[in-house]
C-alpha cells in the first residue's frame, strides 16, 4: 500500500518539477523572473499603485517586493515615480514593455495550464481538484494551512536561504 502512495508523491514532485521548468524556459529572453510575475500582473492591473500595497496584496514582506520592483525596473518593465501626496512613497506603474511582457507571460501560463489538462473533462479536473484540496489538508499545520500561495513561496524561500548557509 504504501509503495503506490509514494509512486503517486514521485509523480506529484515530479509533475510540479516539469511544469516549472517549462515556464521558465517559457520565460527565457522575457527579462522576467517566474517568481516576478504576479508583482507585474498586480501593477498593470494597478496601474500607480505602492511597494506597500503589492506587499499586501500577494502577502509577502515589503523588502522581497523592494528587490523585486528593482530588477523590474532595471529591466525596463516598470517605473516608478515619487507620490506627490507623499514623498516617502512611489508610484510603480508597467511601461509599455512590462505590459506586453505580462500579457505574453500570462498567455504563455494560460497555455501552459491548458496543455497541463489536454484530455481531461472536466469531472476529472474538478475531482483532481477535490482530490489535491485533501492532501493538501492532510500535510498542512498550523505554520502552513492559513497562508496564501505567495506567502508559501516566500517562506520556501526563506529555507532554501537556511539550507544554504548551513
Known sequence: MEDIRLKAGYKLSRLEL??????????????????????????????????????????VTPSSIATSTKRLQNAGLITKRVDETNLRCNCISATEKGKQVEERARTKHR??????????????????????????????????????????????????????EE
Request: aromatic residues 6%.
Open 18 to 59: 516539469v511544469r516549472r521548468i517549462l515556464f521558465r524556459s517559457m520565460l527565457r529572453g522575457e527579462h522576467l523572473h517566474h517568481r516576478q510575475m504576479p508583482i507585474l500582473v498586480y501593477i498593470v492591473q494597478h496601474e500607480g499603485c505602492t511597494q506597500a500595497e503589492i506587499a499586501e496584496a500577494l502577502s
Open 111 to 164: 497555455d501552459l495550464v491548458c496543455k497541463l489538462f489536454e484530455g481531461f473533462n472536466e469531472e476529472e479536473i474538478e475531482s483532481l481538484t477535490l482530490m489535491l484540496d485533501r492532501m493538501i489538508a492532510n500535510i498542512s499545520d498550523e505554520n502552513t494551512e492559513t497562508l496564501r500561495f505567495h506567502q508559501l513561496v516566500e517562506m520556501n524561500d526563506r529555507l532554501d536561504v537556511e539550507d544554504n
